[in-house]
């Protein structure tokens, strides 16, 4: 993948995207310590106390927890849709976290089913958030928002049905007005107590 393709992003993630930059980079991250679940975006990001990643199969979060360390902050932005044992998972994570922790999860709605290697499951805001709270997780300290929108949904099924992958953003064609009823994406934030 050249560094332009790497730049572009996917159209139903760039509202999702800036928000969850949003609130992330509004925190002190540089006295956290991180861990990334499937994934190494937020590395780049923030500037951590210390940052980790952790990947599947070789972690596998239905079964596994990082021996022996706690984080303030864990990411599992597009991995939930993936994982068979959701509670266990989410009880897992809920376990890596300290006290007063965080855990951002982004999760995809209305978009094409994409085996890696499996996809099992989509959330709706308050969908996500009652799973969160079925972790461990207190509902009043999550918060939530999802963004799509017919346009955005319709093309992500086109693409798919015609054999193609993502559509990724371009300003001048795509809207990012939202639209509650057709939901691309739905994002949490939890906090530990």
């Not at 597009?78 to 951002?104: P, T």
């Not at 207190?138 to 093309?155: F, K």
Request: aromatic share 14%.
């Amino acid at each position: 993948m050249s560094n332009d393709e790497k730049k572009k992003v996917q159209w139903a993630r760039k509202v999702m995207n800036d928000k969850t930059r949003e609130i992330v980079t509004a925190l002190n991250t540089e006295t956290m310590d991180a861990l990334e679940i499937s994934g190494e975006h937020w590395r780049e990001v923030c500037k951590w106390k210390t940052y980790a990643s952790v990947h599947f199969p070789a972690f596998d979060l239905n079964y596994d927890v990082v021996p022996h360390k706690t984080f303030d902050f864990i990411f599992a932005e597009q991995v939930l849709e993936h994982v068979k044992y959701l509670y266990r998972a989410v009880r897992n994570v809920y376990r890596m976290l300290r006290s007063g922790g965080r855990f951002l999860v982004t999760t995809p709605f209305l978009i094409q089913i994409h085996a890696h290697p499996m996809d099992f499951t989509r959330w709706t805001e308050d969908g996500i958030r009652y799973l969160l709270e079925e972790g461990g997780f207190d509902v009043h300290r999550c918060s939530t928002g999802s963004w799509g929108n017919l346009e955005c949904v319709i093309a992500d099924f086109r693409s798919c049905s015609q054999g193609l992958t993502w559509n990724f953003y371009d300003a001048d064609k795509h809207s990012l007005v939202n639209q509650r009823n057709y939901p691309s994406v739905v994002w949490a934030v939890a906090q530990k107590n």
